[in-house]
């Protein structure tokens, strides 16, 4: 009789054992089916990233693209602006040049008025200066000026005496001057 409690035992424990067992394996069972549920949101996650990882990819070798071809549109315009920088700084150093010629003949015409009789810079009976060689072809007008009839009659003295070519290029030469200091000044207040 003995022996039958102590069978009785151990298969008592074998019992309690197998429902420590399985309710382990249960636990371990709810554990598992959770990071099976985990693992499918990473892949989604992974699979996410992968997608927003070769997008940007792509973006930036748009962006790449794009910067070179800006690059490219930049580097040429830049050579046609320093292009027309050269061109503006030539001409307007010949404009110095011509301007300088203008004053010397300006000069020159004053000097030699100061010998002779002093002329009028300008011709009060004309809108822009020296009645035109060729006004009474068209009709007492030319290009410029004002009709006859809208200017204030010529008094005889002056109408009798024909203007010397000297003194047109004298007026000439006096309205250039002036033009040209006119540019000076702009071309100074702007730099």
């Not at 069972?29 to 549920?37: D, E, G």
């Not at 699979?47 to 794009?66: D, N, V």
């Not at 410029?144 to 003295?157: D, F, N, T, V």
Request: charged share 25%; net charge neutral; proline share 5%.
């Amino acid at each position: 009789m003995s022996t039958l409690p102590l069978g009785m035992i151990i298969e008592g424990l074998v019992a309690v054992l197998l429902l420590i067992t399985i309710g382990y394996c249960w636990v371990l069972n709810r554990r598992l089916q959770r990071l099976r549920a985990d693992e499918e949101v990473l892949r989604a996650t992974i699979s996410e990233l992968m997608t927003a990882t070769e997008i940007a990819e792509r973006a930036i070798l748009g962006l790449k693209t794009t910067a070179a071809e800006a690059d490219k549109t930049l580097g040429s315009r830049l050579n046609q602006a320093e292009s027309m920088s050269n061109t503006l700084a030539d001409q307007v150093g010949e404009g110095e040049k011509i301007f300088s010629r203008i004053t010397q003949i300006a000069e020159a015409a004053r000097t030699a008025s100061g010998q002779r009789e002093p002329a009028p810079t300008t011709d009060p009976y004309s809108v822009r200066g020296p009645a035109h060689p060729d006004a009474s072809v068209y009709g007492g007008q030319a290009t410029g000026y004002a009709p006859a009839e809208s200017l204030p009659a010529r008094p005889a003295a002056e109408a009798e005496r024909p203007r010397s070519r000297t003194s047109d290029i004298r007026s000439a030469a006096a309205e250039a001057t002036a033009r040209l200091e006119q540019f000076r000044r702009r071309k100074g207040a702007a730099a």
